[in-house]
């Protein structure tokens, strides 16, 4: 399989030709531990899309540090009428 999604831009692969679990079906979360530019550090709303979710992982727990952003979100700043 090859990863690919709108992580800065529509065509941006992430992993390409990886051996994925056949049950692994659309909508199904995967999880980078780093994505380059595309990190929570780097992140922008440029392209109009909300950033996800940062979690951490420990002993087989999640624990959710920054929740994923809405669309509402990113229209909050707007006051234009």
Request: proline share 6%.
């Amino acid at each position: 399989m090859t990863v690919v999604g709108r992580h800065c831009e529509s065509g941006d692969v992430l992993a390409a030709d990886v051996c994925l679990p056949a049950d692994t079906r659309l909508g199904d979360l995967l999880a980078f531990p780093a994505a380059g530019a595309y990190q929570v550090s780097m992140s922008s709303d440029d392209n109009a899309v909300p950033r996800p979710p940062v979690v951490a992982v420990r002993g087989g727990e999640v624990r959710l540090l920054v929740r994923r952003e809405t669309v509402e979100d990113l229209g909050r700043r707007n006051v234009g009428r």
